[in-house]
């Protein structure tokens, strides 16, 4: 295994690799910053745009130049040509300490993203589903920080992590109606060392894929749970993961330069860089995009 820094970016609080698989291109963002940022597998190509607003997640639309983004104002629809970044819907108009967080497309297009509250300290968040007629649909409340929403290849199984219950969950998944149900105890996470579940994906053979941030770690669990395997990273502060590539065996990892809150410890010259796994001898899926 190689550890390569991809991009010296230093995102105050980078996130969300997406890989698009149709045009070759890596997308993450600066959450904190307003930023999303693409580039080539190599680092080359880098072009951003600014939004109006703290970003949590983004997902790539089928129709269209664009994507779908999660502010802290609601969703929003974001145009790559003219830079345009229009309200889609505000789930939580009435929580202006809230934003929406992590979020990642089903295999029928329907956008799942969660809020969380800013300090991070009470259940005040919830989990959505906005679908491509642009309706939007509550799945889960009580939720402090929501983190690492991905789908296991077959559909049948949702995984979300609220960051500070130190568990990642596992909820049956209808890929026909888009509904979770059964929320379980899918791992419990090593917070021995101060870590937290952050950003996952899942990986072609079933296996899911978490970013331990605060412990710098990498964790990936089997399906049933158990910890398969540990990567060690260069930096504390793991965000996301997201596996591309053309062959899609390379593993995206993003960090922050910054903390978001004065308890969080600092980290080292590293911080807040895009990385890139190779040589993992594991591949990913493609990432599906937003819409019917």
Partial sequence: MRIEVLLDVKTTLGEGPLWDA??????????FDGRVFRTTVDG????????????????LRKDGEGAIVS????????????????????PEPDSPANRINDGKVDRRGRFFAGSMDTMEEGPFGALYRLDPDFSVHRIDTDIICSNGPCFSPDDKTFYFADTWTGEIWA?????????????????????????????STVDAEGCLWNALVYDGRLVRYTPDGAVD???DMPVKKVTSVMF????LDILFVTSMAKPPLPRFPGDGVQRGSLFALHDLGVRGLPEPRFGA
């Fill in 229 to 231: 395997r540990i990567v």
């Fill in 44 to 59: 080359g190509e880098i072009r951003a745009w600014d939004v109006p607003g703290k970003i949590g997640s983004m997902a």
């Fill in 171 to 199: 909820y049956d998944y209808d890929i026909e109606t888009g509904t979770a149900s059964n929320r379980r105890t899918f791992a419990r996470v090593d917070t021995s060392r101060g870590g937290a579940a952050d950003g």
């Fill in 71 to 90: 502010l802290q104002q609601g969703f929003h629809a974001l145009d790559f040509k003219s830079g345009d970044c229009d309200l889609i819907h505000d």
């Fill in 22 to 31: 149709e045009q070759e291109r890596l997308y993450f963002i600066d959450s």
């Fill in 244 to 247: 591309g590539g053309p062959n």
